[in-house]
Structure formats: C-alpha cells, structure tokens
C-alpha cells in the first residue's frame, strides 16, 4: 500500500512562491507519473501539470511560465514550484500518482493541500 501526503500550502501574497511537496510513502515502488490538479471553490477540478514517465512535462495554460513540476526519486517525492502566485491561483492542490509496484501500475490521490493568494 502506498500513501501519498501533499504539504506546502499556505496563505501567500500576489507575486509570492510557493514550493508543494507530494510525498509518496511505502515500500517496493517507483513513481512512474504525477499529476498535480487544483479544485476552487465552485469550479471543477483542472489539471494543473503534468509529469509523465518519459520525464516530460506539461502545464495548463494559465501557469505556463509561473509553475514547475519535478520529482526526486530518491525521497519517491514529486514538487510544484509555483512563483508570481495570483489571487485565481487560490484552490486545493492535490497530486495524483501512478507507481509502479513491481511492474504492476497503481494510482493514489493526496488529500490535498490549501493555497490561498490574497493580500
């Protein structure tokens, strides 16, 4: 079984950074691909970057140039940079990742973490 624990969240003001960290803990697995999506209030969930198993990325529009997704494999730990935060950055940030478990490919969500952008 693996857990996976977001953190990093946080109240900051327009123009600061933040830096999510989603931890995936367990034994006998290697994270093969994450996904960090974001829900507001009343809207639906969106997909905010991806990592995909080649190591590409990719990244909503809205935070192209602001956002970097990565990983370290050492600590089974995937981040979100996210510098010039703006008020419509303000969501729930969860990851989703597949591991894979011995050749067997496994998917787990975070229980998400707050940013809040405001002055």
């Known amino acids: 079984q693996v857990h996976v624990v977001e953190s990093g969240g946080g109240l900051v003001q327009p123009g600061g950074s933040l830096r999510l960290s989603c931890a995936a803990s367990?034994?006998?697995?290697?994270?093969?691909?994450a996904d960090w999506y974001r829900q507001a209030p009343g809207k639906e969930r969106e997909l905010v970057a991806r990592?995909?198993?080649?190591?590409?990325?990719n990244y909503a529009d809205s935070v192209k140039g602001r956002f970097t997704i990565s990983r370290d494999d050492a600590k089974n730990t995937v981040y979100l940079q996210m510098n010039n935060l703006k008020p419509e950055d303000t969501a729930l940030y969860s990851c989703?990742?597949?591991?894979?478990?011995?050749?067997?490919?496994?998917?787990?969500w975070g229980q998400g973490t707050q940013v809040t952008v405001s002055s």
């Open positions: 990592l995909t198993s080649r190591g590409s990325t």
């Open positions: 989703y990742v597949r591991v894979d478990n011995w050749g067997v490919i496994d998917d787990y």
């Open positions: 367990g034994s006998g697995f290697s994270i093969y691909s």
